[in-house]
């Protein structure tokens, strides 16, 4: 039996469709307000989170250059016409993310006017936390090359600790 960190695919539809439809309300107004922040000329990295991924839906700025290893939007933003890269990776089914040793460290070399991540897990001790290595180097690649950056998160992840800290509170 294979476990997360490892691209188990055992239980991964059901924890994805579960995590994609739970809190949809507050995800799409979390996700909504992101959006608004985005502008003309932006370059923007999005996670692959229930919640961050939710943002694509609501851009409404043009000439925007975008990152993501969230598959589940890669259909948006081919719609909005949205100039979008693709970090290299695996897929990690679970999260519907592309992620490898390789992706971090290919994001550590981009630079971003605004970032919009997911979290697993909010602690007040451990900060924000996730179960995947890879996608915790993720995570910390681009806070660090990122203007603004902003967890976007419901509070079903308050109080959650996961194995994997990306960032301090």
């Known amino acids: 039996v294979l476990d997360a960190s490892t691209n188990d695919t055992r239980n991964f539809q ?10 949809i309300a507050v995800k799409k107004s979390l996700a909504r307000y992101a959006a608004s922040l985005i ?6 990295f999005i996670d692959a989170g229930s919640t ?8 409404d700025a043009s000439d925007i250059t975008l990152v993501t290893n ?8 081919a719609e909005k016409k949205i100039r979008t890269y693709i970090p290299n990776g695996y897929i990690n089914f679970g ?8 992706t971090g460290q290919q994001l550590a070399n981009m630079n ?17 936390t996730t179960q995947n290595e890879h996608d915790a180097a ?9 203007a603004k950056s902003f967890i976007l998160s419901e509070d079903s992840k308050f109080d959650v600790k996961r194995f994997y800290t990306f960032a301090n509170l």
Request: charged residues 20%.
């Open 14 to 23: 059901d924890d994805y469709i579960l995590k994609f439809s739970r809190n």
């Open 39 to 44: 502008h003309d000329g932006d370059c923007v």
């Open 52 to 59: 961050s991924s939710c943002v694509a839906e609501f851009i």
């Open 70 to 77: 969230a598959m589940n939007i890669f259909q948006i933003l």
């Open 95 to 102: 999260s519907a993310a592309i992620m490898s040793s390789e």
């Open 112 to 128: 971003f006017d605004l970032a919009f991540l997911g979290t697993s897990g909010i602690d007040r001790k451990a900060g924000f």
């Open 138 to 146: 993720i995570k910390q690649s681009v806070l660090s090359r990122s």
